[in-house]
């Protein structure tokens, strides 16, 4: 009995030392904090159930549960396509918030892969192009292993991740910078904001900037992205006039690796996570995470 139980301790050991990898894995493929946890999941109950034989027969078992947990991801972004069909207004990945301080997930979100910006460009892949260019792009995976996973011939999973490479490049975020120069731009920004400051504002985000909201039809934010420093500065503008001191009760927090924002619930103003892009110091991009159902995992704090 005591042979059984170290066997059981120690694969359940092996299995943790890989988790972190798997989850960053699940949620580069999905965009879903939920999914990622069920997939990773998923693929313990799949590795502890093998038989002694079947588990000795893996020659390595991080690439096999990394195929295990594509396998499951894939099955999930087919089920997601179908309901994004039905999905009022813009779709964002759910918010990967941590708080740098040994968080089990700041491993993950080091990873340029899993900036929000970076996995918006992963959504406009299919799934058998995300899939095969995130597993063997970003981790390694051989094609004959990804052609498995997909129930494709090795070719055609390198032409998928061909496929995927060549739509990221050309829509591609900036390179992250550093997060002083992030504190220091979103600082100037929030204030300016607040201050309802027009000039600095619009100096503040750069010409080609974009708003891109997210409430599922739930909560309010902007249904259509909103492209541009005057559109956006006269949006931002508008909230401001509207909530007042409610948008002044933010946190700073990490968002995807980068600095972001966490509103929690006020009067009418929804709880929602911000995240943004800076480029030349000034606000390429922001995300605005409100629906509900996407912030389950997001602690705001009292």
């Given amino acids: 009995m005591g042979a059984v139980t170290t066997a059981e301790e120690s694969l359940a050991e092996t299995f943790t030392g890989h988790r972190a990898h798997l989850v960053g894995v699940a949620y580069r493929l999905t965009g879903s904090v939920a999914d990622a946890e069920d997939a990773v999941q998923e693929a313990w109950l799949r590795l502890s159930g093998l038989s002694d034989q079947s588990r000795e027969a893996i020659r390595d078992v991080r690439a096999w549960l990394t195929t295990v ?13 179908v309901r994004r069909e039905r999905y009022v207004g813009q779709w964002l990945p759910e918010p990967l918030v941590t708080t740098g301080e040994d968080d089990p997930l700041d491993a993950v979100v080091r990873d340029d892969g899993v900036r929000m910006a970076a996995l918006v460009v992963l959504d406009r ?24 996973t997909l129930g ?21 975020p900036p390179p992250r910078v550093a997060l002083e120069e992030q504190r220091e731009v979103l600082a100037r920004f929030t204030a300016a904001l607040a201050a309802g400051d027009v000039r600095t504002v619009l100096g503040l985000l750069h010409p080609d900037v974009v708003l891109v909201g997210d409430g599922g039809g739930k909560a309010r934010t902007a249904v259509n992205r909103i492209e541009g420093a ?10 401001r006039r509207k909530y007042g001191e409610l948008l002044a009760d933010s946190t700073p927090a990490l968002v995807n690796g980068d600095l972001g924002l966490l509103y929690p619930q006020r009067g009418p103003l929804s709880a929602r996570v911000s995240a943004f892009v800076v480029r030349d110091g000034r606000i390429a ?15 705001f704090g009292g």
Avoid: W
């Fill in 285 to 299: 991009a922001m995300f605005d995470v409100v629906n509900p159902d996407k912030l389950g995992h997001v602690d």
């Fill in 69 to 81: 947990v594509g396998r499951i991801c894939l099955d999930r972004l087919r089920s997601a396509a």
């Fill in 230 to 239: 005057d559109r956006v500065a006269r949006f931002l503008l508008g909230l």
């Fill in 152 to 172: 494709v011939t090795p070719a055609a999973a390198r032409q998928h991740a061909s496929r995927g490479r060549r739509a990221v490049a050309d829509a591609a």
């Fill in 125 to 148: 892949l299919t799934p058998e192009q995300r899939v095969a260019f995130v597993l063997h792009d970003a981790f390694g995976l051989p094609f004959d292993e990804i052609a498995a």
